[in-house]
Protein backbone atom coordinates (compact mmCIF):
# COMPACT_ATOMS: atom_id res chain seq x y z
CA UNK A 1 0.00 0.00 0.00
CA UNK A 2 1.06 3.64 -0.95
CA UNK A 3 1.34 6.53 1.00
CA UNK A 4 -0.96 8.08 -1.50
CA UNK A 5 -3.89 5.56 -1.18
CA UNK A 6 -4.60 6.89 2.06
CA UNK A 7 -7.09 9.34 2.64
CA UNK A 8 -5.61 12.96 2.26
CA UNK A 9 -6.48 13.59 5.99
CA UNK A 10 -4.77 10.79 6.85
CA UNK A 11 -1.21 11.84 7.34
CA UNK A 12 -0.79 15.44 8.84
CA UNK A 13 2.38 17.95 8.88
CA UNK A 14 3.90 17.49 12.25
CA UNK A 15 6.61 20.64 13.10
CA UNK A 16 6.37 21.78 9.13
CA UNK A 17 7.53 18.66 7.91
CA UNK A 18 5.81 16.49 5.19
CA UNK A 19 3.40 13.64 5.78
CA UNK A 20 5.66 11.65 4.39
CA UNK A 21 7.90 11.70 7.35
CA UNK A 22 5.05 11.17 9.18
CA UNK A 23 3.94 8.55 7.59
CA UNK A 24 7.54 6.70 7.72
CA UNK A 25 7.62 7.43 11.59
CA UNK A 26 4.34 6.10 11.85
CA UNK A 27 4.93 2.33 9.97
CA UNK A 28 8.87 2.39 11.68
CA UNK A 29 10.03 2.52 7.99
CA UNK A 30 13.84 1.31 9.35
CA UNK A 31 12.72 -1.34 11.33
CA UNK A 32 10.57 -2.65 8.53
CA UNK A 33 13.50 -2.12 5.78
CA UNK A 34 15.66 -4.13 8.32
CA UNK A 35 12.56 -6.62 8.38
CA UNK A 36 13.43 -6.99 4.52
CA UNK A 37 16.36 -7.45 4.56
CA UNK A 38 16.41 -10.54 6.76
CA UNK A 39 13.71 -11.82 4.91
CA UNK A 40 16.18 -11.32 1.65
CA UNK A 41 19.38 -12.77 3.66
CA UNK A 42 17.40 -16.09 5.00
CA UNK A 43 16.66 -16.83 1.74
CA UNK A 44 19.55 -16.04 -0.53
CA UNK A 45 22.11 -16.83 1.80
CA UNK A 46 20.67 -19.87 4.00
CA UNK A 47 17.83 -21.06 1.61
CA UNK A 48 19.24 -20.71 -1.82
CA UNK A 49 23.09 -20.04 -1.46
CA UNK A 50 24.36 -21.00 -4.89
CA UNK A 51 20.75 -19.99 -6.78
CA UNK A 52 20.67 -16.88 -9.17
CA UNK A 53 18.96 -14.02 -8.41
CA UNK A 54 16.48 -14.39 -10.83
CA UNK A 55 15.31 -17.71 -8.39
CA UNK A 56 16.18 -15.92 -4.77
CA UNK A 57 14.07 -12.73 -6.26
CA UNK A 58 11.07 -15.36 -7.21
CA UNK A 59 7.81 -13.04 -7.47
CA UNK A 60 6.31 -15.72 -4.53
CA UNK A 61 8.96 -14.28 -2.37
CA UNK A 62 8.32 -11.06 -3.19
CA UNK A 63 4.74 -11.57 -2.38
CA UNK A 64 5.70 -13.03 1.34
CA UNK A 65 7.95 -10.02 1.73
CA UNK A 66 5.13 -7.18 1.44
CA UNK A 67 3.19 -9.19 3.36
CA UNK A 68 5.54 -9.62 5.87
CA UNK A 69 5.63 -6.10 6.44
CA UNK A 70 2.17 -5.11 6.10
CA UNK A 71 1.44 -7.04 9.61
CA UNK A 72 4.61 -5.75 10.99
CA UNK A 73 3.49 -2.28 9.65
CA UNK A 74 0.24 -3.36 11.17
CA UNK A 75 1.23 -3.70 14.43
CA UNK A 76 3.32 -0.83 14.95
CA UNK A 77 0.10 1.67 14.25
CA UNK A 78 -2.29 -0.45 16.81
CA UNK A 79 0.93 -0.31 19.21
CA UNK A 80 -0.04 3.26 18.83
CA UNK A 81 -2.82 3.65 18.79
CA UNK A 82 -3.75 2.06 22.50
CA UNK A 83 -0.68 3.98 23.47
CA UNK A 84 -1.09 7.36 23.44
CA UNK A 85 -1.54 8.41 27.07
CA UNK A 86 1.75 5.98 28.06
CA UNK A 87 3.78 7.40 25.00
CA UNK A 88 2.91 10.73 25.59
CA UNK A 89 4.53 10.33 28.86
CA UNK A 90 7.62 7.92 27.78
CA UNK A 91 8.30 9.54 24.44
CA UNK A 92 6.56 13.48 23.85
CA UNK A 93 8.56 13.83 20.86
CA UNK A 94 7.96 10.87 18.76
CA UNK A 95 4.15 10.70 19.42
CA UNK A 96 2.26 10.37 16.08
CA UNK A 97 -1.42 8.67 16.32
CA UNK A 98 -3.46 11.22 17.78
CA UNK A 99 -1.08 13.96 16.95
CA UNK A 100 -0.72 14.01 13.08
CA UNK A 101 -2.69 11.18 12.74
CA UNK A 102 -6.53 10.82 13.37
CA UNK A 103 -6.67 8.01 15.63
CA UNK A 104 -9.53 6.26 13.60
CA UNK A 105 -7.42 7.16 10.57
CA UNK A 106 -4.74 4.96 12.22
CA UNK A 107 -7.14 1.94 13.20
CA UNK A 108 -8.41 1.59 9.65
CA UNK A 109 -4.81 1.69 8.20
CA UNK A 110 -4.01 -1.38 10.85
CA UNK A 111 -7.21 -2.84 9.92
CA UNK A 112 -6.23 -2.52 6.02
CA UNK A 113 -2.72 -3.61 6.17
CA UNK A 114 -3.69 -6.94 8.14
CA UNK A 115 -6.09 -7.79 6.20
CA UNK A 116 -3.85 -7.14 3.17
CA UNK A 117 -0.78 -9.06 4.94
CA UNK A 118 -3.02 -12.14 5.63
CA UNK A 119 -4.42 -12.51 2.48
CA UNK A 120 -1.29 -12.53 0.52
CA UNK A 121 0.18 -14.99 2.46
CA UNK A 122 -3.06 -16.97 2.47
CA UNK A 123 -2.90 -16.86 -1.25
CA UNK A 124 0.88 -18.36 -0.89
CA UNK A 125 0.27 -21.07 1.06
CA UNK A 126 -2.55 -21.88 3.66
CA UNK A 127 0.52 -22.39 5.98
CA UNK A 128 2.02 -18.97 5.60
CA UNK A 129 -1.75 -17.77 6.08
CA UNK A 130 -1.99 -19.56 9.06
CA UNK A 131 1.17 -17.79 10.48
CA UNK A 132 0.58 -14.32 9.37
CA UNK A 133 -2.88 -14.44 10.72
CA UNK A 134 -1.84 -15.57 14.14
CA UNK A 135 0.85 -12.82 13.45
CA UNK A 136 -1.33 -10.08 13.68
CA UNK A 137 -3.76 -11.73 15.90
CA UNK A 138 -0.45 -11.76 18.47
CA UNK A 139 0.08 -8.26 17.73
CA UNK A 140 -3.34 -6.57 18.49
CA UNK A 141 -3.07 -8.65 21.64
CA UNK A 142 0.03 -7.22 22.96
CA UNK A 143 -1.09 -4.31 22.54
CA UNK A 144 -4.74 -4.13 24.22
CA UNK A 145 -3.12 -6.39 26.74
CA UNK A 146 0.11 -8.75 26.78
CA UNK A 147 2.26 -5.43 26.81
CA UNK A 148 1.24 -4.64 30.04
CA UNK A 149 1.59 -8.39 31.89
CA UNK A 150 5.11 -9.36 33.14
CA UNK A 151 7.08 -11.30 30.90
CA UNK A 152 4.17 -12.14 28.71
CA UNK A 153 4.42 -9.25 26.10
CA UNK A 154 8.61 -9.76 25.75
CA UNK A 155 8.15 -13.19 25.12
CA UNK A 156 5.37 -12.20 22.50
CA UNK A 157 7.30 -9.95 20.37
CA UNK A 158 10.29 -12.28 20.88
CA UNK A 159 7.65 -14.85 19.54
CA UNK A 160 7.22 -12.87 16.50
CA UNK A 161 10.76 -11.74 15.81
CA UNK A 162 11.95 -15.96 15.47
CA UNK A 163 8.74 -15.99 12.98
CA UNK A 164 9.63 -13.17 10.69
CA UNK A 165 12.93 -15.37 10.84
CA UNK A 166 11.50 -18.88 9.77
CA UNK A 167 9.06 -17.31 6.82
CA UNK A 168 11.06 -17.79 4.43
CA UNK A 169 11.83 -21.53 5.57
CA UNK A 170 7.95 -21.89 6.14
CA UNK A 171 7.31 -21.32 2.09
CA UNK A 172 10.53 -23.25 0.96
CA UNK A 173 10.67 -26.29 3.71
CA UNK A 174 14.28 -27.09 2.90
CA UNK A 175 14.77 -28.45 6.40
CA UNK A 176 17.58 -25.85 6.98
CA UNK A 177 18.80 -26.07 10.54
CA UNK A 178 20.63 -23.01 10.41
CA UNK A 179 17.82 -20.79 10.32
CA UNK A 180 16.23 -21.96 13.36
CA UNK A 181 19.26 -21.14 15.08
CA UNK A 182 18.97 -17.82 13.36
CA UNK A 183 15.61 -17.92 14.95
CA UNK A 184 16.75 -19.05 18.24
CA UNK A 185 19.06 -16.16 18.68
CA UNK A 186 16.62 -13.58 17.06
CA UNK A 187 13.97 -14.75 20.03
CA UNK A 188 16.36 -14.51 22.66
CA UNK A 189 18.02 -10.94 21.74
CA UNK A 190 14.59 -9.52 21.58
CA UNK A 191 13.42 -11.24 25.20
CA UNK A 192 16.56 -9.16 26.33
CA UNK A 193 15.56 -5.90 24.34
CA UNK A 194 12.18 -5.71 25.19
CA UNK A 195 13.11 -6.30 29.19
CA UNK A 196 15.20 -3.24 29.28
CA UNK A 197 12.56 -1.03 27.22
CA UNK A 198 10.51 -2.36 30.04
CA UNK A 199 13.05 -0.38 32.63
CA UNK A 200 12.93 2.48 30.80
CA UNK A 201 9.65 2.63 30.17
CA UNK A 202 8.61 2.22 33.81
CA UNK A 203 7.34 5.75 34.47
CA UNK A 204 4.74 6.12 32.00
CA UNK A 205 3.75 2.57 32.55
CA UNK A 206 3.16 2.59 36.42
CA UNK A 207 1.33 6.12 35.77
CA UNK A 208 -1.26 3.96 33.89
CA UNK A 209 -1.26 0.40 35.93
CA UNK A 210 0.80 -1.69 33.59
CA UNK A 211 2.55 -4.86 35.22
CA UNK A 212 5.63 -5.19 33.53
CA UNK A 213 8.81 -6.94 34.95
CA UNK A 214 10.40 -3.57 36.41
CA UNK A 215 7.21 -2.49 38.23
CA UNK A 216 6.41 -6.47 39.36
CA UNK A 217 9.82 -7.40 40.81
CA UNK A 218 11.99 -4.28 40.31
CA UNK A 219 15.10 -2.98 38.48
CA UNK A 220 17.26 -5.27 40.29
CA UNK A 221 15.79 -8.25 39.59
CA UNK A 222 14.56 -7.47 36.42
CA UNK A 223 18.20 -6.96 35.35
CA UNK A 224 18.92 -10.56 36.24
CA UNK A 225 16.27 -12.07 34.24
CA UNK A 226 17.31 -10.51 31.23
CA UNK A 227 20.83 -11.18 32.01
CA UNK A 228 19.88 -14.74 32.33
CA UNK A 229 18.78 -14.58 28.41
CA UNK A 230 21.49 -13.50 27.57
CA UNK A 231 23.69 -15.02 28.63
CA UNK A 232 21.78 -17.95 26.77
CA UNK A 233 22.06 -16.21 23.79
CA UNK A 234 25.87 -16.06 23.82
CA UNK A 235 26.35 -19.54 24.74
CA UNK A 236 24.69 -19.98 21.47
CA UNK A 237 26.45 -17.36 19.85
CA UNK A 238 30.09 -19.15 20.91
CA UNK A 239 28.79 -22.37 19.70
CA UNK A 240 28.10 -21.02 16.21
CA UNK A 241 31.77 -19.13 16.37
CA UNK A 242 33.23 -22.16 17.27
CA UNK A 243 31.46 -24.70 15.23
CA UNK A 244 31.86 -22.27 12.09
CA UNK A 245 35.63 -22.29 13.08
CA UNK A 246 35.77 -26.15 13.13
CA UNK A 247 34.36 -26.71 9.72
CA UNK A 248 36.76 -23.98 8.28
CA UNK A 249 34.36 -20.64 8.06
CA UNK A 250 37.12 -18.29 9.52
CA UNK A 251 34.86 -15.43 8.27
CA UNK A 252 31.98 -16.00 10.07
CA UNK A 253 33.27 -17.83 13.00
CA UNK A 254 35.62 -13.95 13.81
CA UNK A 255 32.32 -12.29 12.71
CA UNK A 256 30.84 -13.66 15.21
CA UNK A 257 33.36 -13.23 17.67
CA UNK A 258 34.15 -9.72 17.05
CA UNK A 259 30.90 -7.99 16.26
CA UNK A 260 28.20 -10.51 17.77
CA UNK A 261 29.90 -11.89 20.56
CA UNK A 262 31.76 -8.99 22.06
CA UNK A 263 28.78 -6.78 21.76
CA UNK A 264 27.35 -9.78 24.08
CA UNK A 265 30.26 -9.33 26.56
CA UNK A 266 29.91 -5.00 26.65
CA UNK A 267 26.21 -4.74 27.01
CA UNK A 268 26.52 -7.41 29.69
CA UNK A 269 28.63 -5.19 32.12
CA UNK A 270 26.77 -1.94 30.67
CA UNK A 271 23.78 -4.30 32.10
CA UNK A 272 24.75 -4.68 35.55
CA UNK A 273 25.86 -1.30 36.00
CA UNK A 274 22.70 0.62 34.28
CA UNK A 275 20.96 2.19 36.76
CA UNK A 276 19.51 5.58 34.68
CA UNK A 277 17.14 5.46 32.23
CA UNK A 278 19.11 6.66 29.59
CA UNK A 279 21.33 3.40 30.77
CA UNK A 280 18.60 1.63 29.30
CA UNK A 281 17.80 3.56 25.96
CA UNK A 282 21.69 2.65 25.45
CA UNK A 283 21.50 -0.37 26.27
CA UNK A 284 18.23 -1.39 24.03
CA UNK A 285 19.86 0.88 21.34
CA UNK A 286 22.75 -1.86 21.59
CA UNK A 287 20.60 -4.66 20.70
CA UNK A 288 19.44 -3.34 17.74
CA UNK A 289 22.88 -3.18 16.20
CA UNK A 290 23.92 -6.34 17.33
CA UNK A 291 20.50 -8.02 16.37
CA UNK A 292 21.97 -6.15 13.12
CA UNK A 293 24.79 -7.46 13.16
CA UNK A 294 24.07 -10.68 13.58
CA UNK A 295 21.46 -10.27 10.24
CA UNK A 296 24.40 -9.57 8.47
CA UNK A 297 26.35 -12.62 9.48
CA UNK A 298 24.47 -14.47 7.13
CA UNK A 299 26.04 -13.52 4.03
CA UNK A 300 29.11 -15.42 5.38
CA UNK A 301 27.06 -18.14 4.59
CA UNK A 302 26.19 -17.04 0.92
Keep these: MSPSSFPAEFVAPVGGRGGGRTLARLIRLPNLLIMALCLLLVRACLLLPDAPWARVLAPGFGLLVLAALCIGAAGYIINDYYDVKIDAINRPGQLVVGRAVHRRHA ?74 GYALAAFLLTVVREIVKDVEDM ?37 AAYNALAHHQPGLGLWLLALVLGPLAALAVQLRRADRRQHFARLSAGCKWIMLAGVLSMLWLG
Design 203 to 239: RGDAQHDCRTLPIVWGVGRTKWVAGFFLACLALLVAG
Design 107 to 180: MLAHLLLSGAGVGVSGLLSPLLGLVNLGSALLLWGYSVRFKRVALVGNVSIATLTAALVLLPELQMQTGSEAVW
